[in-house]
């Protein structure tokens, strides 16, 4: 019997222990256990550590080969040598097709090299290579949760700006009724082209409200595929935007520099010298102990009847066996030569890479940084913006209850009020984005607690 569960069935137990909501760590954690591809791109290294345990396994007995065989056999008959005169003077055996007998043969070859010094350095070669998948691996799920982030963060965004907008429409409503009313009824004081502008305003409200709804769905859809989840139901923690914790100094990220790139290099250069050392080791002998054993066995009724000692008589029975130490010298040197020197550049070249690399990365994750704090620079500016704002819309809006024909004086203001709160909150978002880009040039974005929680290593 099979049991089919629906996607929101499966979406209902996978977040049945956050029936709150996600936060930010759940985000995270969310991402690293189920994003689609950094499952596959796991098997990368799966596959590369396999690698290094196969080749260990095959520097032991790398040739063990045993051949078996079965099959019929001959007898012999003797057939009478005579002389001239007609007198058997001796006998000679030839194959009789019967009485046919089973024949069992076998044969036995072994070869262990004993280079163990070119052995060592194929297995840190490797090692190394599985340190690259692996550091790989660490760049793909920073950058994936790097994605995921952004998406969460698209949407808070998008429902702020949707809140602010609803809010602002049904203000906007109420105060077209006021106008149409004062219009119709003929009073001082208003226009039709006070009612025009309002109109116009409310066009490019609606657009803006289409445009945040539209930004909405785009990150819900985005988020639940990071998280193979039904995006509607996905329920958050926090579903408005709210700025990140503050990152630490900028000497202190770059104190704690942990890029993947870094690791790779290092492993990358590993990986090189120990090639090196391969290459250079070819230019000598390959030694090995070599071993063989075969023996053959016939079964037939009048195989022996000349003599005893089948082993020496018979052509089909055989034993023979052989053990030694074997050499193989490759004698093309100057082919072997070339392969040591493009292996010795390839190490070089990384090298001169490592003396530059974690200034450049440094460099890269400063200059995320300073955008980072030219936001939070921002941010301020927009706040003390927005506050200015809100205090003029409070006294055109208390001037307006007391005489309603000055409900039209709201628009400017209003305007105003909601040109600083969309400043605002595009600055934190913008400013959070810049917060991820810090952390994935520090490498630090799979352990900072502002992203991963408190518990993060």
Avoid at 54 to 64: E, S
Avoid at 243 to 258: F, H, I, K, N, R
Avoid at 263 to 286: F, H, I, N, T, W
Wanted: proline share 5%.
């Amino acid at each position: 019997m099979r049991l089919v569960f629906p996607a929101a069935i499966v979406a209902v137990i996978v977040l049945g222990a956050h029936a709150e909501g996600l936060g930010v760590p759940d985000i995270v954690r969310l991402t690293l256990e189920r994003q689609p591809q950094l499952s596959e791109d796991s098997l990368d290294l799966v596959k590369a550590r396999s690698q290094a345990d196969l080749l260990q396994r095959k520097v032991i007995l790398p040739k063990f080969e045993v051949s078996v065989g079965f099959g019929p056999a001959p007898g012999f008959r003797s057939v009478p040598v005579l002389d001239a005169s007609g007198k058997q003077v001796d006998s000679t055996r030839q194959y009789a097709w019967w009485p046919l007998g089973p024949t069992f043969g076998t044969d036995v070859t072994i070869a262990q090299p004993l280079n163990v010094g070119k052995l060592r350095a194929g297995m840190r070669a490797a090692r190394a290579g599985a340190r690259v998948a692996a550091a790989d691996l660490e760049a793909h799920r920073q950058s994936e949760v790097k994605k995921s982030l952004e998406y969460l963060f698209g949407l808070q965004y998008s429902n702020r700006m949707i809140e602010m907008l609803d809010e602002a429409s049904t203000r906007l409503d109420s105060v077209e009724k006021v106008l149409q009313q004062k219009l119709d009824d003929d009073e001082d004081g208003v226009s039709q082209t006070d009612l025009y502008q309002l109109q116009v305003g409310k066009f490019e409200l609606e657009k803006s409200l289409q445009e945040a709804r539209l930004g909405r769905d785009r990150a819900r859809n985005g988020l639940g595929f990071s998280l193979s989840l039904d995006p509607d139901s996905l329920r958050l923690t926090d579903s408005l935007l709210q700025a990140l914790p503050e990152l630490p100094p900028l000497d202190t990220l770059a104190l704690g520099l942990q890029h993947p790139d870094l690791a790779k290099l290092q492993a990358g250069l590993d990986a090189r010298k120990a090639l090196v050392d391969v290459e250079r080791m070819s230019l000598g002998p390959d030694i090995f102990l070599f071993g063989k054993f075969s023996y053959t066995k016939a079964w037939v009724d009048n195989r022996n009847k000349q003599s005893q000692d089948v082993l020496i008589t018979d052509p089909l029975n055989d034993i023979s066996g052989m053990v030694g130490l074997g050499f193989t010298w490759h004698l093309n040197f100057w082919s072997q030569l070339g392969s040591v020197k493009s292996a010795e550049m390839d190490w070089q070249q990384l090298r001169r890479k490592q003396s530059y690399a974690r200034a450049g990365l440094v460099a890269l994750m400063k200059d995320a940084w300073l955008r980072y704090r030219t936001l939070g620079e921002r941010i301020l500016s927009a706040q003390k913006g927005r506050v200015a704002a809100d205090a003029w819309l409070r006294t055109v809006g208390q001037q307006a209850d007391i005489d309603p024909s000055k409900a039209k004086d709201l628009i400017g203001p209003y305007k105003t009020w909601l040109d600083f709160q969309n400043k605002y909150w595009e600055a934190v978002y913008q400013r959070n984005l810049a917060a991820l880009e810090v952390l994935q040039g520090a490498g630090l974005m799979l352990r900072w607690p502002g992203v991963v929680g408190p518990s993060a290593p």
